[in-house]
């Protein structure tokens, strides 16, 4: 299974970007589906999730802000990025949980792209 995420960039605060990474190779189901991040300096935090029914989850600092969404029939999440901050300056990488033969659920981590808040 591969991932390829694309719509990271440089934006100035109080912006907008939305992320996109989507699924590709051998697998029965896509599953759960997330986006994370990681700062310099600071540890890979969870942003947001979502289900494959479309429950979602929120870090606490991206609620109101942030929306996750996903599209079933492409394999595909998206992460729209709203209202900005410098705090939001990170490598964000999107991560699925596949059904997959043999072996059954495995995760699978994209390549990061980055998206830089300029103040």
């Known amino acids: 299974v591969q991932l390829q995420a694309s719509g990271g960039g440089l934006v100035q605060a109080g912006g907008s970007l939305k992320l996109s990474c989507a699924a590709s190779?051998?697998?029965?189901?896509?599953?759960?589906m997330g986006w994370y991040r990681q700062a310099p300096g600071s540890q890979r935090e969870l942003v947001a999730a979502?289900?494959?029914?479309?429950?979602?989850n929120y870090a606490r600092s991206v609620k109101g802000r942030f929306t996750i969404s996903r599209d079933n029939g492409k394999n595909t999440v998206y992460l729209q990025m709203n209202s900005l901050k410098s705090e939001d300056t990170a490598v964000y990488s999107c991560n699925a949980r596949a059904s997959v033969p043999i072996v059954g659920n495995m995760d699978y981590w994209g390549k990061g792209t980055l998206v830089t808040v300029s103040s």
């Open positions: 979502i289900t494959r029914g479309g429950i979602t």
């Open positions: 190779g051998r697998f029965f189901s896509i599953n759960d």
